[in-house]
């Protein structure tokens, strides 16, 4: 049954805009604020796939091999990883954040089906709107062992190709709450706004 007091919010945007810090302060303000009453489903793919890459199975191994080309994994995996979460964790009377999912069209149409499914009204896309130049400098000076010169522009160059005609998907939908969120501001000023708008 739809409550319009339980929030969905998808946070999608460039490597390194900040989509991980800014849905950790929102799910913070969920369990806090006046929306407490209602627990928190947070789904993050990003740590998902770094934690799925370091089992022993045959799908492990293949999917570390993509991640240490830095190319996008295949849309059966991606979806899988939000999708079995769904399946798995998904309560009645729950807000839903996921960070970092979809990230193509394919899979933005089954996010789509899957909100349907399960009731959620006009979902919330927070779009962390960062330049290549910003989300460049940004990944370089956090240090990550996957953050090298070849990986990020790599990254930066499926975003442009595959990302971003997602966003554009959401972006157009009408069933979607689209955020367009300037990201290269302070990280409490961006929260304070994402609230606001939400």
């Not at 946070?11 to 303000?29: D, H, N």
Request: proline share 5%; aromatic share 10%; charged share 25%.
């Amino acid at each position: 049954m739809f409550d319009p007091n339980l929030l969905t919010v998808l946070f999608i945007g460039r490597s390194g805009c900040g989509k991980g810090t800014q849905s950790g302060l929102l799910v913070k303000y969920l369990e806090a604020g006046n929306r407490a009453l209602a627990p928190v489903l947070y789904i993050e793919t990003g740590a998902r796939f770094r934690d799925f890459i370091k089992r022993d199975s045959f799908s492990s191994q293949l999917s570390q091999k993509i991640m240490a080309t830095d190319d996008l994994q295949p849309s059966f995996l991606s979806t899988w990883m939000w999708a079995n979460e769904f399946i798995e964790k998904m309560e009645e009377g729950q807000h839903l954040v996921v960070d970092g999912s979809p990230r193509k069209p394919a899979e933005a149409l089954t996010m789509a089906s899957a909100l349907r499914f399960y009731g959620r009204h006009r979902p919330a896309v927070v779009h962390l709107n960062v330049s290549r130049e910003w989300s460049h400098k940004h990944l370089l000076a956090r240090g990550r062992a996957d953050d090298d010169v070849a990986g990020i522009e790599k990254r930066l160059n499926w975003f442009d190709e595959e990302v971003v005609p997602t966003i554009d998907f959401f972006k157009n939908d009408p069933n979607f709450l689209f955020l367009d969120i300037d990201g290269e501001r302070p990280i409490e000023v961006i929260h304070q706004d994402i609230i606001a708008r939400l």
